[in-house]
């Protein structure tokens, strides 16, 4: 820490706190609570019970977040894939070229989602690309929103490499190809696991343009979590928010570790 003194230490913490319960860890600790109570009239939830974890992870609460999962899987994979072609193909270009591809990649993230839904839902509504009522136009709405995060991810990485290990690869006489797939891709492997795992997050908590796409047969939690507390199922669908949040955390828990390892390498 910046502060050395043992009151501006104490000092610092306490605003911390101040600034980070009733922001951050405060509203989370309320949907645990709810989800663990079946009414809450006065100040403290009463009636607990641990029936609504029955529901969330059984019938349309376990079809949903399977849902999810696959869609957030296949739009970070799809995303990662893309993303790091053009970061890679972005480092060949001049200053202009690479701002007008990261104009290009920015602009989904730089409008509301659901303004971006509507431009799928359009766009793919009639032959010969008819995705409309798919799942397909789920995940391709996931994968451009979160396509973003991946692209200026590993440009970042890209250019924080030392261009050393590939310079002494070629003066061995190693192949463009082989470069890229022995080095720079291995050098780049953290920050490939790092935006794997923002595109996942952020695939699973995506709401907006999900509502204007998804078909009966494909909805995924964040919508059911959604249409439950509209029906009036707050501790229903806080316990299925719960199960949608610790799902979320284990998978960026697994791939942070990988990350930790591959940095290792």
Request: glycine fraction near 6%; proline fraction near 6%; hydrophobic fraction near 55%.
């Amino acid at each position: 820490m910046l502060v050395h003194s043992r009151k501006g230490k104490w000092a610092t913490w306490a605003l911390f706190l101040a600034l980070f319960l009733p922001l951050f860890a405060l509203p989370l600790l309320v949907i645990v609570v709810a989800s663990f109570s079946t009414n809450w009239s006065g100040a403290f939830p009463s009636g607990p019970t641990a029936e609504h974890y029955g529901a969330a992870v059984r019938g349309e609460s376990l079809q949903a977040l399977t849902t999810s999962l696959v869609t957030a899987v296949a739009a970070s994979l799809l995303a990662l894939t893309v993303g790091s072609w053009a970061a890679l193909a972005a480092a060949t270009l001049n200053k202009r070229g690479r701002r007008a591809l990261d104009a290009l990649f920015v602009l989904p993230v730089a409008v509301p989602s659901v303004v971006v839904g509507l431009a799928i839902l359009v766009a793919f509504s009639k032959p010969p690309m008819l995705l409309n009522g798919t799942r397909w136009i789920v995940i391709l709405a996931h994968t451009v929103l979160v396509t973003a995060f991946a692209y200026q991810s590993v440009a970042a990485a890209i250019i924080r490499l030392d261009p050393m290990y590939e310079q002494a690869a070629a003066s061995l006489g190693a192949r463009p190809s082989y470069v890229l797939w022995r080095v720079r891709l291995p050098l780049l492997l953290p920050s490939l696991n790092a935006a794997a795992g923002l595109c996942f997050a952020l695939s699973m908590g995506e709401l907006s343009a999900t509502m204007m796409l998804y078909p009966p047969d494909w909805m995924p939690l964040p919508v059911l979590i959604f249409t439950a507390t509209d029906r009036g199922s707050l501790f229903t669908g806080s316990a299925v928010a719960v199960v949608l949040m610790a799902t979320t955390l284990l998978v960026l828990l697994a791939v942070s570790r990988i990350r930790t390892r591959a940095s290792y390498r």
